[in-house]
């Protein structure tokens, strides 16, 4: 018997709202305009939302600074605007989970402008906080995600405090249980308001080494990036001592049992350690995280040896958990670029989402790729990201999948009515909501086709996998479940391919997918260029 629970085997539709859609005309998404197009969001078939920040912040990393984890920053609108968005959604049959900041806060925020003012203030050791070496210069070799020494000084209290990403984005101590408290307050808040879960934003940071241990040089070699510049020197450390600590899984029991006293709630956690695998399978277990999410499937790899690998890794490692799978989201290339390398398409588009949401475990998507957009190409004096600015032009960043969503071909693409914070291309004004609603062969439609045939197969929700061997580029790789078992093959390459599987004897071809289909002969199977195939085996 498998847990009933949403979110197993669920897709997840991520919401930026900053590009979504601007109702009052300042350029920026609302949660108003969330309101506005929770219709066009059911119907594309998928089970939940989750909505990226849209609490009080300076947003000088665009709400993942948070000043305040009980409000609404006024650019998005109001608490009575996210109660009837809430509303609305349940009303349509979809889940809720909103982003929960933990790790770290704004400069802005209150506990911090207290922590900082003196040694001995009641919030005092609410912040990593240390003394300078002896030469005056930071307490470790810790460096920043953004790039630069991971410590800033801080004049009012003559130490360093410890920010893992943005200056402005100073790290909590999460070896003081009011800190633990507090955040367990914040998660408790929006819980009561009838949230249906949250994604745990940078969730393996909340805690770092208290002796302050330096970080051991990475071999050059290793120095692989996981959704940042290879060139960013954070790339040339072993991250062993400021994040992902042993004490951390305590305080995910103490989470989970928050949870634990609301019905049918989810925690979803980021990990990015340097073995994510192994951690999402240590969070997820133990009554910890209900889901692990990390960024395996968001490198340049596009091929069927690492998917396959990546999966049976981590199904080798999580024997108790679920697991959660992106190809695109808010900080990385868009997927149609980064794996199409030039060759994006209408197929590839459905191809990749019937592939990610195939593979066991919950899946989030991220706006626009039920349109197929990619990534946009922006001039140096559009950009907003200070992480893009500040690497520019060896890595542009991450504006360039986050321009606003096209719903129309108009000039601002019927996002805003003012000038939209990103520029629209115009690429992605003619993949737009209006002009692919009509086209029965369009991405959008082939999206929605694919996740509402998908609900009608457990063995994909919630079956079990495994794979068959394969040469490049195909991926193929049974799903079962309660004594059905479906097997899948995709063609990872825009050419034709044949594909010869035992397996292939004794099944039939399920339909009402929408994706296009292969033609088979004996065990042998013909698959057109980025195409894929289902059937059930007998």
Known sequence: MIDASWWRGAVIYQIYPRSFLDTDGDGVGDLPGIVERLDYVASLGVDAIWIAPFFRSPMADFGYDIADYRDVDPLFGTLDDFDRLLAKAHGLGLKIMIDQVLS??????????????????????????????????????????????AWQWEPRRGQYYLHNFLSSQPDLNFHQPQVRAAALDSVRFWLDKGVDGVRLDAINFCFHDSQLRDNPPKPKAQRVGRGFSPDNPYAFQYHYYNNTQPENLAFLGELRRLMDRYPDVAALGEISSEDSLATMAEYTSGHRLHMGYSFELLTDDFSAAHIRGT?????????????????????????????????????????????????????????????????????????????????????????????PMPWNDDAHAGFSRGTPWLPVPDEHRALAVAQQESIPGSVLNGFRAFMHWRKSQPALRWGDI???????????????????TVLVVFNLADQAVDATLPALNNSHRLHGHGLAQGDLDGNRLHLPGYSAWFAKLD
């Open 104 to 149: 770290h806060t704004s400069i802005e925020h209150s506990w911090f402008k207290e922590s900082r003012e003196s040694h001995d203030n009641p919030k005092a050791d609410w912040y990593v906080w240390a003394d300078a070496r002896a030469d005056g210069s930071a307490p470790n070799n810790w460096l920043s995600l953004f790039g630069g020494s």
């Open 311 to 403: 999966v049976q890794q981590l199904e080798s490692k999580m024997t108790q958990g679920w697991p959660c799978w992106a190809i695109s989201n808010h900080d990385v290339e868009r997927v149609l670029t980064r794996w199409g390398r030039g060759k994006s398409s209408a197929q590839l588009a459905n191809l990749l989402t019937a592939m990610v949401c195939s593979l066991r475990g919950s899946v989030c998507v991220y706006q626009g790729e039920e349109l197929g957009l990619t990534e946009a190409e922006l001039p140096y004096e559009s950009l907003q990201d200070p992480y893009g600015i500040a690497f520019w032009p060896q890595f542009k960043g991450r504006d360039g999948c986050r321009t």
């Open 466 to 484: 495994r794979f068959l061997e394969t040469a490049e580029p195909v991926l193929a790789f049974t799903r079962s479940f309660s004594g059905d």
